[in-house]
């Protein structure tokens, strides 16, 4: 959901709960998920959407509060991330803030549109673009989301790649990442610090009333449920 920066929210009309059930393939190629999983079961999913690559830098405080309390499953939790589109990593164009709240296995998602925020990460560090993301959101007079990204800072660079499905009944939706990438956003030169996964990454979208017919479209996806989280698997992978 998007919402304007200025506007005050109402936390119970606004959000919409949904289940994100991921499923993750190691062994797997991007063909073989399509032709084997997403193409074959009977929900009959068909691809409304271009390929595009995603974009994200994720924020979180000093101890890392975000990344343990996934880690260790805390039902009520929140996640801050920046997010644009396109191939070149280092150049930030129309970007969106989101806030990701989880509650239990259900969340949403809380938009908020960045107006005039380009930035080059090649010449800009990590603590400059933090800078400018606060000074962009004080123009935007939204003392809430300010306060709480001031105690917050960059702890990874992510991106990959995504497709986009949708099944015959629009009760589901499914979503391929794949060509994952994570940086640290401490190096001087974060693609020095590239590390990359060749898994594919499914994940399957839908509202909380259909989560009972949800169960035999699960039992058709060819993977094993997973906690997977890009943000906790970029964490450790940069950090080892």
């Known amino acids: 959901m998007e919402m304007n920066m200025g506007k005050a929210v109402d936390k119970n009309a606004y959000y919409n709960l949904r289940f994100e059930r991921k499923f993750v393939f190691t062994n797997q190629s991007l063909e073989d998920v399509l032709n084997f999983t997403v193409h074959t079961n009977s929900f009959l999913f068909s691809e409304i959407f271009h390929e595009r690559t995603v974009n994200n830098i994720y924020f979180d405080d000093g101890d890392l509060t975000c990344y343990k309390q996934n880690v260790s499953g805390v039902d009520i939790r929140e996640k801050y991330r920046l997010r644009w589109y396109g191939k070149e990593f280092h150049a ?100 020095a610090s590239e590390m990359t996964t060749n898994d594919v990454v499914l994940e399957l979208k839908y509202n909380r009333e259909h989560d009972d017919e949800s169960r035999l479209l699960s039992q058709e996806i060819n993977s094993r449920l997973s906690k997977n989280s890009k943000y906790v698997r970029g964490v450790e992978a940069i950090s080892f």
């Open 92 to 191: 930030i164009e129309k970007s969106t803030l989101e806030v990701k709240k989880k509650f239990g296995d259900v969340g949403d998602k809380i938009s908020f549109k960045l107006k005039d925020f380009n930035v080059d990460l090649r010449t800009q560090s990590a603590d400059a673009v933090h800078n400018q993301l606060l000074q962009r959101i004080s123009e935007e007079n939204n003392p809430a989301l300010l306060g709480k990204l001031q105690n917050l800072f960059p702890t990874l660079y992510n991106s990959y790649d995504r497709r986009y499905f949708l099944s015959q009944c629009g009760n589901f939706r499914i979503t391929l990442d794949y060509h994952m990438k994570f940086y640290n956003p401490n190096y001087a030169d974060f693609y």
